[in-house]
């Protein structure tokens, strides 16, 4: 009553205690299955440091873009400093040069690998961005995205993230391949790119909903007796399958399941799916059967077993 005040330790008071309940324990709040790790701590603190900091916009903002999701990645990665640049490197190996690998003028930090470099500043410029957002000053760069999306739109906003995202793959390509290309290419393939998502529509709904295709069992074909459905999947050297035969009503007539040991890929385990439904025909004595299954591929071998050569279509003869 004293810390919670009236009302509220009332409410404390009545919550009931259950005697042959669990035990007590505590929990770690940062991990959804409330055990402490050494990871979830860290990951916690990084969150607290940078999501819960001065850039918490930046996070509101970056998922709200329309851009393709690998680039929001990207912003994402920004955000956190955590691209591999010279600088983060040395942090990690001693006497590592950390000087910029294009430029070779300054430490490659992240501003400058996406803004003061020199190849990095030409296609900014050739894109037609404001002087004072080229060659202003910044500590972080986070600080300047900042002052960026301050002076862009929605759509703006995209295609810059979309420029840095180039101007980051430009320079990895010069760390390990040794290659430039002009600043007109990076910006025109950055333009490119955001134009066709926007045009193939990858993240937004269409206009006119697409027909739901609703997919139920069908009766077999006329004359037909009996249908099986067989299905399999491999987990190492273990498959296991599973069958199932229905009348031309839909009764369930007969079923098979196991596990074996197979050396082998999907295919075989299908086709020994398919073996173990022909014995369990063989067994009812079923003599028109209908066999389905979702592996394509062996409904082609099958269609085609005459012109099959390989092992596995021998099998299937």
């Known amino acids: 009553m004293e810390i919670y005040g009236d009302y509220m330790g009332d409410q404390i008071c009545k919550i009931p205690i259950l005697h042959n309940g669990p035990d007590d324990h505590r929990i770690w709040f940062h991990n959804p299955l409330g055990y402490y790790s050494t990871k979830s701590a860290y990951s916690w603190m990084t969150l607290k440091h940078v999501g819960f900091g001065p850039y918490r916009f930046f996070w509101r903002l970056i998922w709200k873009l329309h851009i393709l999701p690998k680039i929001k990645i990207f912003c994402w990665r920004i955000?956190?400093?955590?691209?591999?640049?010279?600088?983060?490197?040395?942090?990690?190996?001693?006497?590592?040069?950390?000087m910029c690998p294009r430029c070779g003028s300054e430490e490659e930090t992240l501003i400058h690998a996406l803004k003061d470099c020199a190849r990095a500043k030409a296609v900014l410029i050739h894109g037609g961005f404001d002087n004072t957002l080229v060659k202003g000053r910044f500590g972080r760069c986070m600080d300047w995205i900042k002052e960026v999306a301050r002076s862009l739109d929605k759509k703006a906003l995209s295609d810059f993230v979309t420029v840095l995202w180039n101007i980051w793959n430009s320079r990895n390509n010069k760390v390990l391949r040794d290659t430039e290309e002009d600043a007109k290419v990076f910006w025109d393939r950055a333009a490119m790119l955001n134009r066709d998502f926007r045009i193939f529509n990858l993240m937004e709904k269409s206009m006119i909903p697409k027909p739901v295709e609703e997919r139920w069992w069908q009766k077999p074909g006329t004359g037909v007796v009996v249908k099986i459905n067989f299905d399999a999947a491999i987990n190492g050297r273990m498959m296991s399958f599973g069958l199932v035969a229905k009348d031309h009503d839909g009764f369930v007539i007969g079923g098979r399941a196991g596990v074996l040991e197979?050396?082998?890929?999907?295919?075989?385990?299908?086709?020994?799916?398919?073996?173990?439904?022909?014995?369990?025909?063989?067994?009812?004595?079923?003599?028109?059967?209908?066999?389905?299954?979702?592996?394509?591929?062996?409904?082609?071998?099958?269609?085609?077993?005459?012109?099959?050569?390989?092992?596995?279509?021998?099998?299937?003869?």
């Open 79 to 98: 955000g956190h400093d955590i691209l591999p640049t010279y600088e983060n490197i040395s942090t990690i190996r001693r006497e590592f040069n950390c």
């Open 262 to 317: 197979i050396n082998a890929g999907a295919e075989w385990a299908e086709m020994q799916a398919l073996t173990e439904s022909m014995e369990l025909a063989r067994e009812k004595r079923w003599l028109k059967l209908e066999f389905e299954s979702d592996c394509a591929n062996l409904v082609n071998r099958l269609k085609r077993a005459h012109v099959d050569f390989s092992t596995l279509g021998f099998h299937i003869r």
